[in-house]
Each structure stands twice: as structure tokens, then as C-alpha cells.
């Protein structure tokens, strides 16, 4: 079956721009995350949604930094006035709270590049 | 704050097995381990997980010391496919949600 689905694949964007990344979690999965992966790094945890609720935010560096989930299903991460310490690669992953056990599946990500 | 630890890098021979360690010493009772890898480019891919028991599925093996305070992964007969960074991470349970800390990982170089 399908995957997580991320778009865009890659962005580039001025600095001070505002950037929407969007993605598209595994259907009916209703625990999505949001990572952050900058070059030869390891994944930087952003924020967590089950359903539509965001009961942990902590990882969001700044408050440029916001996410939504409408629906259940897509979530949107925006960047407002982008910095170049803002480029990495954005991933999101899904899981099923259905099962305790479920793990994430996450999607290929968003390489975000701010000039 | 990554609760687990790990070699930034080892090699293998192809064919061979390939044993990835991990040190998780603060776990907590209720707090399963799962492994992760990543191929370049591409987002980490979900390998195993497990708790206090070994497990086994068609990519690979979990073992787990009885303290769980480490564990080893391991690739029965490594293949240059099976190239990529490898990651430990502690299922961390706050506040009824779940938190996925992943650390720096192994980058596992699967030699010819």
C-alpha cells in the first residue's frame, strides 16, 4: 500500500520567505511525527500529533516554527522567515495507535535549502 | 537527550554477520528498543524492535541483555545493500505519548 508521502521533495527559498511543508501520513494512521535532519546528523525530534492535537510541541525550535493536522490526516509544517539555519532535511513518519507496538514509517523528506 | 548510545562506525564483510551494539542503561521498564536504518537520501526505514525478549524477523535479529541495559542488532549475512546508518533509540513513554529519541547512529560500511 501507499506510504508516507512528503511534498515538496526539494525547496529552495530566500532567506526571510515563509515555507510550507506538507505531509501525507500512512491512512488511518493518527499518531504523526515531524523530524528534523540536518547534514551528517541524526534526527531532531519536532512535534508529535495524535489526531489532530499537538500534545507535545517541545521540540520546535522558535516560535517561526508551527505545524497543523487537519482532518486526521495531512499535516502542514510551517517556517515563517526562514534562516539558513533552517536547511535541513524535513521527515515526517506515521504510526498506528491501534497497535501499541506500531512503529513509525516515515517518508523520504523534504530537503529544505534556505540561500 | 538520547537515551542510547552507539559505535559512530564499524565495518563488515560481505557475507558475513554484521553485530551493531547499543548501550541503553537508563531504560526504563516499560520503554521497548527499537532499530532503524538509513540509506542515503532516503527516510530511516523501521528494522526491529523488541522489549525484554530476543526477536527475530526476515531483516534481522534483536538481542537483548536480561539487565537491558544494551543490546545488539544483528545482520545474519550482510550484503553491500545493507551499507547505511543504523539507529538504537529508546521508545520513550511521557504523558500517555510516545517520543522516538534517535541518537547519531552507526554508519555501517559493508565491504566487497
Known amino acids: 500500500g501507499a506510504g508516507v508521502s512528503q511534498s515538496p521533495s526539494n525547496k529552495v527559498t530566500e532567506k526571510g520567505k515563509d515555507v510550507e511543508l506538507r505531509c501525507d501520513p500512512i491512512?488511518?494512521?493518527?499518531?504523526l511525527y515531524w523530524y528534523r535532519q540536518s547534514l551528517g546528523q541524526g534526527l531532531e525530534f519536532l512535534i508529535y500529533?495524535?489526531?489532530?492535537?499537538?500534545?507535545?510541541k517541545s521540540g520546535l525550535p522558535s516560535d517561526r516554527f508551527s505545524a497543523e493536522r487537519t482532518g486526521g490526516s495531512v499535516s502542514t509544517l510551517t517556517i515563517q522567515r526562514t534562516q539558513q539555519e533552517d536547511s535541513a532535511v524535513y521527515l515526517c513518519?506515521?504510526?498506528?495507535?491501534?497497535?501499541?507496538?506500531?512503529?513509525?514509517?516515515f517518508g523520504n523528506g523534504t530537503r529544505l535549502t534556505v540561500t | 537527550d538520547a537515551k542510547t548510545t552507539q559505535p559512530p562506525s564499524m565495518d563488515c564483510a560481505e557475507g558475513r554477520a554484521a553485530n551493531l551494539p547499543c548501550n541503553h542503561s537508563?531504560?526504563?521498564?516499560?520503554?521497548?528498543v527499537y532499530w532503524y536504518r538509513q540509506i542515503h537520501s532516503q527516510g530511516p526505514q523501521y528494522i526491529i524492535h523488541g522489549l525484554k525478549n530476543n526477536e527475530t524477523n526476515e531483516m534481522a535479529s534483536l538481542i537483548i541483555t536480561e539487565d537491558r541495559k544494551s543490546s545488539t542488532l544483528i545482520l545474519p549475512h550482510a550484503t553491500l545493500r545493507d551499507t547505511a546508518v543504523y539507529y538504537c533509540?529508546?521508545?520513550?513513554?511521557?504523558?500517555?505519548?510516545?517520543?522516538?529519541?534517535f541518537g547519531t547512529g552507526t554508519r555501517l560500511k559493508v565491504l566487497a
Open positions: 491512512s488511518g494512521h493518527t499518531a
Open positions: 513518519a506515521s504510526s498506528s495507535r491501534g497497535s501499541y507496538n506500531s512503529p513509525l514509517h
Open positions: 533509540i529508546v521508545r520513550v513513554v511521557s504523558s500517555g505519548t510516545y517520543k522516538y529519541i
Open positions: 537508563t531504560i526504563s521498564g516499560n520503554e521497548y
Open positions: 500529533f495524535q489526531g489532530n492535537s499537538a500534545p507535545d
